[in-house]
């Protein structure tokens, strides 16, 4: 078990994945600066109960999985508003957390297992191809990489990988996210998310 500042997200962050934040509240913009500073990752948490942003009087809730963020790029736009690029690490098991007075959550994190690498069955191989499809229209209109939703190698034979860039394109629920990651089987996500696309 180890400890991390939070960031609960209503869409939270998947591994390999990109999250682009503009931080302007006194708790991230001082755990980003802490975070730069170490060279240490947060978490990101989606948000069972609340808002993004702290509201006087809301009651903010987290769900208990997430996923770790590593900073690759921290920009000052202005003294007390940052413009933030992270990627999305190994996946956490949350524990027990607390919220500190400023509105900080700190969690008890457990890492969850890195995933082996399962391959894509031929009955759902049409989802890997169309995920492969749209990048290659993102290129062929020049979409900077820079802007596309993941960084590195493209894993189209990966069944949690193609699950994970779905996750993040198609337009979810928190709770049907968050329903999906807790499912410890790729192939089985894989199809979870096939059924999601097929429905839009």
Not at 40 to 64: C, D, H, I, S
Not at 136 to 161: F, H, K, L
Request: charge should be negative; include cysteine.
């Amino acid at each position: 078990m180890s400890e991390l500042p939070l960031f609960p997200l209503s869409q939270g962050l998947l591994p390999q994945g990109l999250l682009h934040l503009q931080i302007f509240e006194i708790r991230y913009l001082t755990m980003i600066r802490q975070c730069r500073q170490q060279n240490t990752p947060f978490g990101v948490v989606m948000l069972a109960q609340g808002k993004e942003v702290r509201q006087a009087g809301a009651q903010e809730r987290l769900m208990n999985q997430g996923c770790m963020a590593h900073l690759l790029e921290v920009e000052a736009l202005q003294p007390n508003l940052l413009r933030v690029l992270c990627q999305g690490g190994a996946r956490f098991r949350l524990g027990e957390h607390v919220q500190a007075p400023n509105g900080l959550w700190r969690g008890e994190v457990s890492m969850l297992p890195e995933e082996p690498f399962a391959p894509v069955p031929e009955e759902l191989a049409h989802v890997a191809q169309r995920l492969a499809q749209m990048s290659g229209q993102w290129r062929e209109r020049g979409m900077d990489e820079a802007q596309w939703p993941w960084r590195g190698d493209a894993e189209y034979g990966d069944c949690a990988w193609v699950a994970h860039r779905w996750l993040e394109l198609l337009p979810l629920s928190p709770a049907q996210k968050h329903s999906a990651m807790l499912e410890a089987d790729p192939v089985l996500r894989l199809q979870r998310v096939a059924a999601w696309l097929k429905a839009f």
